[in-house]
């Protein structure tokens, strides 16, 4: 009679679907976001030959300090240098993509090119080839040159006079032949064999080359060197003396090829130092500490989670690893499970963990679902238009702190829970933030630097493992 009107149904829907996203959204996890500005450049300080800063660890490690390429240009601004740094990203993806397709399309394995010590680390100084650099010094006596520290790459190189053709560097162009301990290749040698493609001049000397994905390349006599870490010795590392060097390496020396090849660095110095390592990149928008890089049993850091690593059959270069899943809020992202990331016995597929990459780069299924679950749970930030390659920004500006939902990578056997400042970064100047997760046709994933950032990362090509310590940077 004059009882109440039933609710209409469309009004009862619309009820229960704003309650239970309130509750989904108030159910998941969130951490606080302290909003920084782009970092401003700062030079780099270097004392690579001062005995008084060489202070070892009771295990006589040695520490060594890495800077980003960024703090060789103090003159530009923030935002010109971050534009420049997702160029250079692009750059770097295309060449490591293009050196697996290379690899999944030959049918053989490429075989490229005790104590502890460790060196300082700077971003890198070669498009496609790393963000981070150092100073070591090669030759004897030591000639210091910023060398660029690559682990998606294996052959050591430096540029040599004469050049036939050189870039511009910051320091003079070492000269084999004022170095009494330099010492050139046959070409019949166990040590030129393990070379992808091998050459040999007229004199029977063994020659390299490494060419990189945006067209810069190395050639010339493959030799074997001193180099000197501070005070640190390493005597008949095998390296590229490069007379023709062409392409935008502007600024360094050379490069470190930290891969696990056979040529790379840490497999030639393994017998010393335990086929060990370990970097920090810290947070140059939150930290003047330089980041760091460590060789020996020290860089195993006692708070470090580890995954094992995997092998890809056709390419021994690259650091890959089991990604099982992705966790936003707490909560695991439906569409994101090891299969997305398989790595398949022709080589493809697969994650890599790569130093000279910065933004971590997904296969656009798990991008596009991990995109989604982050966008639902910052339902409450304003959203900003795209910005180069990143598709989901917000505009934060008037604030300083913000609630984001958390991000957690599971690796087999290793959960690592990101901290915010490590996916969600400023782009500019005027409060814009992205989302610093990018999707890839390809189906190569690559977890980048940024990621990375504020953990120590180790490499224990002896334990076949990885591991990540979000403590061991202190």
């Known amino acids: 009679m004059g009882g109440r009107k039933p609710i209409p149904v469309s009004i009862l829907f619309s009820f229960i679907f704003f309650s239970l996203s309130a509750t989904l959204t108030t159910s998941l996890e969130y951490q606080s976001l302290v909003l920084l500005s782009l970092p401003k450049p700062q030079?780099?300080?270097?004392?690579?030959?001062?005995?008084?800063?060489?202070?070892?660890?009771?295990?006589?490690?040695?520490?060594?300090?890495?800077h980003h390429r960024d703090s060789l240009s103090a003159d530009a601004s923030p935002e010109s240098l971050f534009t420049l740094r997702l160029q250079r990203d692009a750059f770097r993806v295309k060449t490591l993509t293009s050196i697996v397709d290379a690899a999944?399309?030959?049918?053989?394995?490429?075989?490229?090119?005790?104590?502890?010590?460790?060196?300082?680390?700077?971003?890198?100084?070669?498009?496609?080839?790393?963000?981070?650099?150092?100073?070591?010094?090669?030759?004897?006596?030591?000639?210091?040159?910023?060398?660029?520290?690559?682990?998606?790459?294996?052959?050591?190189w430096i540029q040599c006079s004469p050049c036939r053709k050189c870039y511009n560097q910051t320091d003079p162009v070492f000269d084999p032949k004022k170095s009494t301990s330099f010492s050139g290749v046959t070409c019949g040698s166990p040590l030129c064999r393990r070379l992808d493609s091998p050459g040999c001049n007229n004199r029977k000397m063994c020659l390299y080359q490494v060419s990189y994905g945006d067209g810069s390349f190395t050639f010339g006599e493959f030799s074997t060197e001193t180099m000197t870490f501070r005070r640190t010795r390493v005597k008949n590392i095998a390296l590229g003396c490069g007379h023709d060097n062409e392409g935008l390496f502007i600024g360094a020396g050379g490069l470190l090829g930290l891969g696990r090849g056979k040529l790379s660095f840490p497999s030639q110095a393994g017998l010393r130092f335990g086929r060990k390592f370990s970097y920090c990149l810290v947070d140059r928008s939150a930290s003047s500490k330089p980041s760091s890089i460590l060789f020996g049993e020290s860089a195993v850091s006692r708070t470090a989670v580890f995954t094992p690593l995997l092998s890809n059959p056709k390419l021994d270069t690259f650091y890959y690893v089991g990604l099982n899943g992705i966790s936003v809020g707490g909560v695991r992202v439906k569409g994101i499970s090891a299969s997305v990331f398989k790595l398949d016995n022709a080589g493809n597929g697969g994650v890599i963990v790569d130093s000279g990459t910065s933004v971590t780069r997904l296969t656009r299924p798990a991008y596009n679902a991990l995109r989604d679950a982050f966008v639902a749970?910052?339902?409450?930030?304003?959203?900003?238009p795209d910005f180069s390659l990143f598709d989901t920004c917000f505009d934060?500006?008037?604030?300083?702190?913000?609630?984001?939902?958390?991000?957690?990578?599971?690796?087999?056997?290793?959960?690592?829970s990101l901290p915010a400042a490590n996916y969600l970064i400023p782009v500019d100047s005027?409060?814009?933030?992205?989302?610093?997760?990018?999707?890839?046709?390809?189906?190569?994933?690559?977890?980048?630097?940024?990621?990375?950032?504020?953990?120590?990362?180790?490499?224990?090509?002896?334990?076949?493992?990885?591991?990540?310590?979000?403590?061991?940077?202190?």
């Open 396 to 416: 934060l500006s008037g604030k300083t702190v913000v609630k984001v939902p958390t991000v957690v990578f599971h690796f087999t056997g290793a959960d690592v």
């Open 43 to 66: 030079a780099p300080s270097w004392a690579e030959d001062s005995e008084t800063i060489a202070l070892t660890d009771p295990e006589n490690t040695l520490s060594v300090q890495l």
């Open 104 to 156: 999944a399309k030959a049918n053989r394995t490429r075989a490229r090119g005790g104590r502890g010590f460790s060196s300082s680390v700077v971003s890198g100084l070669a498009q496609g080839s790393g963000e981070y650099f150092t100073r070591l010094g090669v030759g004897t006596p030591p000639k210091y040159s910023y060398m660029v520290l690559d682990t998606g790459s294996d052959v050591v």
């Open 430 to 474: 005027s409060g814009s933030f992205c989302f610093a997760f990018a999707g890839t046709m390809n189906s190569l994933s690559i977890i980048g630097n940024i990621q990375q950032q504020g953990f120590r990362v180790v490499y224990d090509l002896a334990g076949s493992r990885i591991g990540f310590s979000s403590r061991g940077c202190d």
């Open 377 to 384: 749970g910052a339902s409450a930030l304003k959203r900003a």
